[in-house]
């Protein structure tokens, strides 16, 4: 066997090792990755406060650094003090409710009188199940949470030197042109984060006013999650407005027809105002590519694919647009 033929070999086990690998260890692979992403997001803001001038004071990286974690560090205490608590409550009576909401569905909407009422209750029971599920799971989140910020710390302090050592992996002839790819895809990242989080607050506010003028319960839990959910681009306001319709359901029809209306007109009004000025700079992405990409992320790794999936797109169509497209359009010009 000739020497090319063991590298060809070698080289297939170690794409299979190097695969096997990925997979075992993906969660913390997509926690890095998703540490990685939300520093090349918010480093813009280190910038930012460096450039405060106090007197003589002029704020090094590593106080910029610090003052941006402790922030976002009191901002998240903050909202574990104050938030969560009333969250945690109103979700935890929704799922002891549940199954009484369901056994009495028959008495709000008439073509439910032939709902088998034992198998609702069994069906309400699961949920409650899951609910408690959930909980326990928190612990873990908040640990995974906890230990993303600390390997966002790292990735800001070594960014810089980071992005110096992949460029210069590449011959030099390319490293000027790989340089401006990459700064211009998290440019299009930061972009794409800054307005999802404006749309996120508009869509939670006005939830939040509409839910609370209709008198629907938990109208509190319902417009928090509308607000985080709406982070994951039309799957999240969906799933939000499906789960208000249900607590609306149960309540009174009125209400229900009170939610899709305000859906209605909302989703019209985002389409049609809120997105193209919010957006107008953001990622480039036609609406069929968002879909993809959501189906893609999520199916791979669950929420937090979805949640990552869309500014992953955004940077694979800079590169696309950069390597491919250019260069097939300079062909034909050729």
């Known amino acids: 066997m000739g020497k090319n033929h063991r590298s060809d070999i ?3 086990f ?4 190097l695969g096997w690998f990925a997979y075992t260890a993906r969660d913390v692979l997509l926690l890095i990755y998703v540490s990685a992403l939300f520093a090349v997001v918010i480093s813009p803001a280190i910038r930012l406060i460096r450039k405060i001038r106090i007197n003589s004071f002029r704020p090094g990286r590593g106080f910029a650094i610090t003052v941006l ?3 976002l560090v009191l901002a998240l205490t903050v909202f574990l003090i104050f938030a969560v608590p009333p969250i945690y409550y109103n979700a935890r009576e929704f799922a002891s409710e549940w199954p009484h909401h369901l056994a009495s569905l028959s008495h709000t909407i008439p073509f439910a009188q032939n709902m088998n009422a034992t198998e609702l209750q069994a069906y309400g029971a699961e949920i409650v199940g899951g609910a408690a ?3 326990r799971n928190v612990a873990g989140g908040i640990f995974g949470l906890f230990t993303g910020i600390i390997l966002t710390v790292y990735f800001i302090i070594d960014g ?3 992005f110096h050592w992949t460029v210069s992996l590449f011959p030099v002839k390319h490293q000027e042109r790989l340089a401006n790819t990459l700064l211009r895809a998290e440019r299009r990242m930061r972009n794409w984060l800054v307005g999802q989080t404006l749309l996120m607050l508009t869509f939670g506010l006005a939830s939040f006013v509409v839910y609370f003028a209709l008198g629907i319960k938990y109208f509190y839990v319902l417009a928090m999650y509308a607000f985080l959910a709406n982070i994951i681009p039309i799957v999240g306001q969906l799933s939000s407005i499906v789960l208000a319709c249900t607590v609306a359901l149960f309540d009174s ?3 229900l027809v009170g939610v899709l209306i305000f859906y209605a007109v909302y989703a019209q009004l985002e389409s049609g105002f809120l997105t193209p000025r919010i957006m107008k700079s953001t990622v480039d992405l036609s609406p069929l590519a968002v879909i993809i990409a ?3 992320g999520g199916a791979l790794a669950g929420i937090l694919g979805a949640l990552v999936s869309v500014p992953t797109a955004a940077l694979i169509s800079v590169f696309v647009d950069e390597y491919l497209v250019k260069r097939k359009s300079a062909s034909v010009a050729a």
């Open 133 to 135: 599920g959930l909980f």
């Open 10 to 12: 070698l080289f297939f």
């Open 160 to 162: 810089p030197r980071a």
């Open 253 to 255: 029809p009125h209400k």
């Open 294 to 296: 959501l189906v893609t």
């Open 69 to 71: 974690m402790l922030s």
């Open 14 to 17: 170690g794409v299979l090792l």
